[in-house]
């Protein structure tokens, strides 16, 4: 293996589609979605973090065994390389070239990643967050805004920092808008393979669909319904808030983001807003949409999947938590 491939995205921006079709190359080696490198970046970070052991008490610990190595972060960072280059050789089971790992909730560790790893190779794939939103609500909450608390740090934090690692990493990146991809796969997959130094053939836009991610991680819907790369999902957003409710609610998802954070990503905030003021839509009180709102709210306030979760309530219950 020479290096892995790192794809950077939101979680629902089509990064499965894109990694299943760079998986019928030859030369690269893929498996669902790794989360390899998020607890070992973790490690050095004193929040995000909730353990029995104390995570705060650790983080102190580490840091102090860090700046008593010899060039501190930098043997732990390349220390981190050798470890994780090694399983990801190992996932290379025909001595392909590259390893792609597909973690959406990688957009928390750029800055590790690219000090880790800074030869591999990085792809930001960007989609408007209106569209992601919208699919986050019809894969993982049934098209309410019941369960929306599990993704408020994904909508919320994750543009910008995903907007925040292609500015720090674009001069050696290759960046493409979702949209952009589903309208002309062809031209971009060639763009993605020039920029790994590997040839295109016509067979990864032919056979994607047959790929096995060789786990549960990843789009559970698409890797079903889709045999064909289409643009025709472009527009179903618009059925996802289709009442004067849900309207004012994507409206003030989108209002406080940054114009700058959108910009990078190719995005201009205004028409975004503009599209969504457009929207013909129901005049209705959506009293469930409103009682899902406040359910998510306190959800996510309360944090009952700690204390009463199925895997967690009965250490979590007895114990404090650091």
Known sequence: MKSPIFLFSLPRAGSTLLQRVLMTHSEIASVAEPWLMLPFCYAYKREGVLTEYSNGTCSSAFEDFINNLPCKDNDYYEALRR??????EKQCLNNEKYFLDKTPRYYNIIPEIA???????????FRNPVHVMSSMMQTWSGGTLKKLYGYERDLNYGPKALS???????????AIRYEEYVKN?????KE??????IEFTDTMLNTFSSQDTKGRMGDPTGVKKYKNISADSLDKWK???DNKYRKKIIYNYVSPIDTNVLEIQGYKKHEILEEIKSLNVKNNFALKDRFDVVYSYLIRILKPNVWFGKTTKKWARKRYLS
């Open 239 to 241: 059925n996802t808030f």
């Open 164 to 174: 925040d690692g292609y500015e720090l990493l674009k001069e050696k990146a290759y």
């Open 115 to 125: 000090k880790t790893f800074p030869d591999a190779k990085f792809i930001f794939l």
């Open 83 to 88: 470890f994780s280059f090694d399983l990801y």
């Open 192 to 197: 993605i393979c020039d920029y790994l130094e």
């Open 185 to 189: 796969p062809e031209k971009h997959t």
